[in-house]
Nanobody, 124 residues
Framework: VQLQASGGGLVQAGGSLRLSCAASGRTYVMGWFRQAPGKERGFVAAISWSGSTTVYADSVKGRFTISRDSATNTVYLRMNSLKPEDTAVYYC?????????????????????WGQGTQVTVSS
């Protein structure tokens, strides 16, 4: 499975962006992680294979929305009310095995494939 992420860019604080990640094959849980300069990669959001269950990091709850189109194997991350601290490279990830999203979604080791990353820069 290959993951192709897109949609990053430069935006002012308070603005919005939508990231997309297209998978070349069927996947189960899909997630977004991000890595800021000098920091470890951290969890942002995840969505179940059906799209019925979502999980968010506390730092993005109420501002970001993850969704997926199962027909096209594409996951989206709508980011509103962006803050300078959201600046990072955003990576999409996909799991090819079935596991409990509520228990494991924040563990990057549970994902099998990763996209190339897309830069999001939020200016103050």
């Amino acid at each position: 499975v290959q993951l192709q992420a897109s949609g990053g860019g430069l935006v002012q604080a308070g603005g919005s962006l939508r990231l997309s990640c297209a998978a070349s094959g069927r996947t189960y849980v899909m997630g977004w992680f991000r890595q800021a300069p000098g920091k470890e990669r951290g969890f942002v959001a995840a969505i179940s294979w059906s799209g019925s269950t979502t999980v968010y990091a506390d730092s993005v709850k109420g501002r970001f929305t993850i969704s997926r189109d199962s027909a096209t194997n594409t996951v989206y991350l709508r980011m509103n009310s962006l803050k300078p601290e959201d600046t990072a490279v955003y990576y999409c990830a996909a799991a090819l095995s079935l596991w409990a999203i509520g228990k494991h979604s924040q563990n990057s080791n549970k994902y099998d494939y990763w996209g190339q990353g897309t830069q999001v820069t939020v200016s103050s």
